[in-house]
């Protein structure tokens, strides 16, 4: 039977056993965009019935990091809370005969497996227990012996339409009785999935193709208990660069990371919505609000999506760069030193590396000798490929008459670069004076243009640093 809901339902249902990753939330995106597409609901669901593995801190870290991103529910619930309703149910199938208790042990399921694989037969329970008297079974259960409630599934073909990928058919018999619950307080994923999708009023759900196998096992659950199907659409896999399915050996996935980097929500959006789904142009830029307008499960790919982190960088920098000087300085203010800067300063600092940017983090390295008050980097570091230590003290010193007699007023980078370029040109190349000067500045090999840093830095702090350089070469 059809979910014939007319509300669009969707619900993104992850477990609190460790931290949100890339793939889970690109998931709880297509979810969002397809239900506030169609002005639906977008329900998280917290699937904790795992008591063992799932920790309130890992709940706190789904919720703070989808909040972080954008992707705020409707509706949220926790499956811990909701016991009672999954026992009506179990209930409801053990009266029926749909559902029955196996006391198998362990090393005996085992023992069936492995001579069931060495006659080349898929694993699968043989009911054993499904024949237990009402009465051996009550006395099994005052004595309290290990037990399990398994779900006696109808050998049938169950066919579906994926929304992705078309018809998808099995065969049921090779399920055997699955274990639906290790109690009546205690259910398994296939059981409360099928009650929470039905409780919830979900019409469609939107989830990885991992979860294919699972689907006629929840289909034969819902036609046991008499509820409605929802539609299925399963999203292809996310894989490594090298094709293979992402996992943790490809480095670590988790939103966390990424945020404390310093990428921001709305390029890890957009990189998240093109892995998968096709926008149909050549349009690589989405704000959210044009990937609601334009998101749909028609255009979402079958085969599986790379991902690229090169291509999540070139994002996050074209995301920089929009970004409005006092935007981006408070962006990366959690990065840098507490030096009581005014915030013009840091401004003019952060407009240095603007352009140069693929994270925020990446400005404390970038910038970090704007915030010391000396520098400290090896002296031979201020020569020139084509100088000699003699003639670059002799540049610095050139560079602190020079500079020395530039007034405050006129101390901008347009006036420094025709006084500077001016005399530099005399030379053959232009590096002898220029490349001493930048390292006497930033005790780097790479970084902004020494114009623009001795604008920043100001006259004083300039010739300070000059000087400092020419001491590192006092022995020569």
Request: charged content about 30%; proline content about 4%.
């Amino acid at each position: 039977m059809q979910n014939t809901q007319k509300q669009i339902r969707t619900r993104y249902a992850p477990s609190p056993t460790g931290p949100l990753h890339m793939g889970g939330v690109r998931t709880a995106l297509f979810n969002y965009l397809f239900s506030k597409k169609e002005k639906g609901i977008f329900i998280l669901r917290i699937e904790d019935t795992d008591k063992a593995r799932s920790k309130p801190e890992w709940e706190k870290d789904i919720t703070e990091n989808l909040s972080w991103l954008g992707l705020q529910w409707d509706e949220f619930y926790r499956q811990s809370e909701r016991t009672a309703i999954y026992k009506k149910y179990l209930e409801q199938l053990l009266e029926q005969g749909k559902a029955y208790y196996c006391f198998c042990k362990p090393e005996e399921l085992e023992a069936i497996r492995q001579d069931q694989l060495s006659r080349g037969v898929i694993p699968h329970y043989t009911g054993k227990c499904r024949g237990l008297g009402k009465e051996e079974c009550e006395s099994r259960l005052k004595k309290g012996e290990a037990k399990v409630i398994r779900f006696i599934g109808e050998k049938k073909t169950i066919t579906f339409d994926d929304l992705i990928r078309g018809k998808i058919s099995f065969d049921t018999e090779l399920l055997g009785d699955i274990v639906i619950a290790k109690d009546l307080e205690t259910p398994l994923y296939n059981f409360s999935v099928v009650v929470d999708d039905y409780e919830m009023n979900i019409t469609h759900v939107i989830r990885g193709e991992d979860h294919i196998p699972n689907t006629p096992k929840q289909i034969l659950l819902q036609e046991a208990l008499g509820l409605p199907r929802p539609l299925y659409a399963h999203l292809p896999l996310l894989l490594g660069e090298d094709r293979t399915k992402l996992s943790k050996r490809h480095g670590d996935q988790s939103v966390a990371r990424y945020r404390t980097q310093g990428y921001l929500p709305e390029a890890v959006i957009n990189f998240l919505a093109l892995l998968g789904w096709n926008p149909g142009t050549e349009e690589e830029i989405f704000s959210i609000e044009e990937l609601i307008k334009e998101f749909s499960l028609e255009r979402v790919q079958k085969a599986g999506a790379v991902f690229n982190e090169k291509r999540l960088n070139w994002l996050n920098a074209s995301y920089i760069r929009k970004k409005s000087p006092s935007e981006l300085t408070q962006l990366v203010m959690p990065y840098l030193p507490q030096t009581g800067l005014e915030i013009k300063k840091l401004e003019q600092i952060i407009a240095l590396y603007q352009e140069r940017m693929q994270n925020l983090s990446e400005i404390a390295a970038l910038a970090d000798y704007f915030f010391v008050e000396q520098l400290d980097y090896p002296k031979e570091l201020l020569t020139w490929k084509n100088s000699t230590p003699r003639k670059t003290k002799e540049a610095l010193e050139k560079l602190e008459t020079i500079l020395s007699a530039v007034s405050e007023k006129d101390w901008e980078r347009d006036t420094l670069a025709n006084i500077l370029l001016g005399e530099a040109e005399k030379e053959k190349d232009r590096g002898y004076l220029l490349w001493p000067l930048r390292t006497a500045l930033t005790g780097k090999q790479a970084s902004a243009g020494p114009f623009e840093v001795a604008t920043v830095l100001g006259k004083e702090k300039t010739l300070e640093r000059i000087k400092e350089a020419q001491q590192k070469l006092t022995a020569i």
